[in-house]
């Protein structure tokens, strides 16, 4: 999981196209690297082409719902290929107000998974 975001930003270390190329190697085969994104960067398109790269298109990128962030899910190998949106259900011993906040992730997440098959 990357999440490197500080009050300065993004560190231009973990946004290169070296740096994904290395998250690739690392992954164990079907290995999936999940990355936050502002989607109000200048660089976004930049950071999002080289997470591409690195990963042969095997990408799913599901927005916040408020086009604030990002989250990238990329695969190594074909693990997204085999990614099926199921039902979603509330966790017996959750927390009801935690329960909701994953669900609405889950939906989201969902959403993206729909809207990229053909």
Same mark, same amino acid.
Not at 15 to 26: K, L, N, S, V, W
Not at 60 to 69: A, N
Not at 74 to 95: F, I, S, T, W, Y
């Given at each position: 999981?990357?999440?490197? @975001? $500080?009050? =300065?930003?993004?560190?231009?270390?973990?946004?290169?196209?070296? @740096?994904?190329?290395?998250?690739?190697?690392?992954?164990?085969?079907?290995?999936?690297?999940?990355?936050?994104?502002?989607?109000?960067?200048?660089?976004?398109? &930049?950071?999002?082409?080289?997470?591409?790269? &690195?990963?042969? $298109?095997?990408?799913?990128?599901?927005?916040?719902?408020?086009?604030?962030? &990002?989250?990238? @899910?990329?695969?190594?190998?074909?693990?997204?290929? =085999?990614?099926?949106?199921?039902?979603?259900?509330?966790?017996?011993?959750?927390?009801?107000? +935690?329960?909701?906040?994953?669900?609405? +992730? @889950?939906?989201?997440?969902? &959403?993206?998974?729909? $809207? =990229?098959?053909?």
């Amino acid at each position: 999981m990357v999440d490197g @975001f $500080d009050v =300065q930003g993004l560190p231009s270390r973990l946004c290169t196209q070296r @740096f994904y190329d290395d998250c690739a190697e690392m992954l164990q085969p079907d290995g999936i690297v999940v990355v936050n994104l502002h989607n109000g960067h200048a660089s976004y398109e &930049s950071h999002l082409k080289r997470i591409r790269c &690195s990963f042969n $298109d095997a990408v799913l990128v599901v927005d916040d719902g408020e086009m604030s962030k &990002s989250i990238v @899910f990329a695969c190594k190998g074909h693990a997204m290929e =085999q990614v099926r949106p199921g039902a979603m259900r509330r966790p017996k011993n959750l927390d009801p107000t +935690a329960a909701n906040q994953l669900l609405a +992730a @889950f939906a989201l997440i969902t &959403s993206a998974l729909k $809207d =990229q098959r053909p």
